[in-house]
């Protein structure tokens, strides 16, 4: 790293939720857990372990702005579990490049129908699952 400025900044990051801009979104975290089995070993007395499953998870946290989240998750309610894709772009200007990251199989864990508070912004926190992801677009120190 060559300056402190280079450090990405959340400022200028992004979101689409299947093809919409969520201008609302304030936040987003994706992260991928390592399922690993323990292996025993004969004349060992430490495990090895075994990488079993990777899992998907994540939050989008966004501005109470419209009724995005009811109305896309509304088939929930007649039994119909849709998935969406997302994607992540994160894009400061003094950084060394742009990184998008794409997010598929998305599953809403939960639905906020309501949550306010007299003089408090209004925020919705959407956790979420997702299937698989591909790394888009990189950072790569010049």
Do not use: H
Request: hydrophobic share 40%; with cysteine.
């Amino acid at each position: 790293m060559d300056k402190a400025s280079r450090i990405i900044s959340g400022t200028w990051g992004e979101v689409w939720l299947d093809g919409a801009y969520v201008a609302e979104a304030d936040g987003l975290q994706a992260k991928v857990s390592f399922n690993r089995e323990q292996i025993r070993q004969c004349r060992k007395l430490t495990s090895g372990r075994k990488l079993m499953s990777i899992e998907g998870t994540g939050s989008l946290s966004m501005y109470k702005v419209t009724s995005r989240m009811a109305e896309a998750l509304s088939k929930v309610k007649a039994g119909t579990d849709p998935a969406f894709t997302i994607i992540s772009k994160l894009d400061d200007p003094d950084a060394y490049g742009a990184e998008r990251i794409v997010l598929s199989g998305v599953t809403f864990d939960d639905l906020t129908l309501a949550d306010w508070k007299v003089g408090e912004i209004g925020k919705v926190e959407a956790p979420f699952a997702f299937e698989d992801y591909e790394l888009v677009d990189t950072i790569t120190e010049r």
